[in-house]
């Protein structure tokens, strides 16, 4: 098998995947076909990702111009000043939909009113159980966020309260375990997730850490009970400065009207 390891303080030199995919949609209006949404996860700024990385990451994704931009929580490494300071990068970013996030467990460890207000200050909408219509050329989409897994309230039926049920739905999520959650009565297309690291550290094709309880959603695409799921690799690090065989990833899924 072949290793492909990254360790030390992330920096330029950190190889990352900017991955690109066709997201399929039901019921796409064509006015929305090829737009594209960017999802930066799991940067966990602060401890061994810090402003030049953070920066990088918005290179990366400022250099595809995307449409739409999903912060999928853990930005912050989990100390309150880190948020305002992680901001201040992440103000490089703009999108022409614009930028919605949702909190992962991180933001809570150093109180998540600092991220909300963090975000609030560059412009970032945060999606608190809660959704947004995204509009083009006569064509909409429901864009959705729940609160965090483990450390929040989630809510997808608050979430998707009051949209039209004939539009597709992305539904946002830091933790992949809510696909297990969504009601039977909820329409969602697909959900977008972070929080694993991919496993961060990939011994013989085992994650050695996911922290979530359904494992089978540790990375990339899968099949849940009421949508499909596409778990990111994310970008940062968390208890050691190492990835293995899990590398950072940014995807960036181009909707297409699904036939
Ligand atoms: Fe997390």
């Known amino acids: 098998m072949s290793w492909d390891l990254q360790w030390g303080k992330p920096g330029d030199h950190t190889p990352i995947d900017v991955h690109e995919m066709d997201l399929p949609l039901a019921n796409l209006g064509q006015g929305l076909a090829g737009a594209t949404l960017a999802v930066i996860s799991d940067l966990h700024y602060g401890r061994f990702a810090r402003d030049g990385y953070a920066a990088r990451v918005v290179r990366e994704v400022m250099d595809r111009r995307p449409d739409v931009i999903c912060l999928l929580g853990d ?14 990068v ?12 949702v909190l992962g467990n991180h933001e809570y460890y150093g109180g998540w009113r600092a991220a909300a207000r963090a975000y609030r200050d560059i412009g970032v ?7 947004r219509v995204l509009e083009r050329g006569g064509a909409a989409m429901v864009l959705a966020g729940i609160d965090d897994h483990r450390r929040g309230r989630p809510d997808i039926a608050a979430a ?10 992305v539904l946002l999520s830091h933790n992949p375990d809510e696909a297990e959650e969504i009601p039977a009565a909820a329409r969602v297309d697909i959900m977008l997730s972070g929080h694993t690291h991919g ?3 990939v011994l013989f094709g085992h994650p050695a850490m996911t922290r979530i309880e359904h494992r089978q959603y540790w990375r990339g695409w899968m099949q849940g009970p009421r949508c499909r799921v596409y778990t990111s690799r ?26």
């Open 160 to 169: 998707l309260a009051g949209a039209d049920g004939s539009l597709p739905v």
């Open 90 to 101: 992440l103000a490089g970013l703009s999108a022409p939909f614009g930028i919605f996030a």
């Open 75 to 88: 930005l912050i490494n989990g100390q309150s000043s880190e948020a305002a300071r992680c901001a201040k």
């Open 234 to 259: 994310g970008v940062g690090f968390v208890g050691l400065p190492i990835r293995l065989n899990a590398r950072a990833e940014i995807p960036i899924f181009r909707l297409a009207q699904k036939t």
């Open 125 to 131: 909408e945060l999606l608190l159980n809660e959704h």
């Open 199 to 201: 496993g961060q550290i």
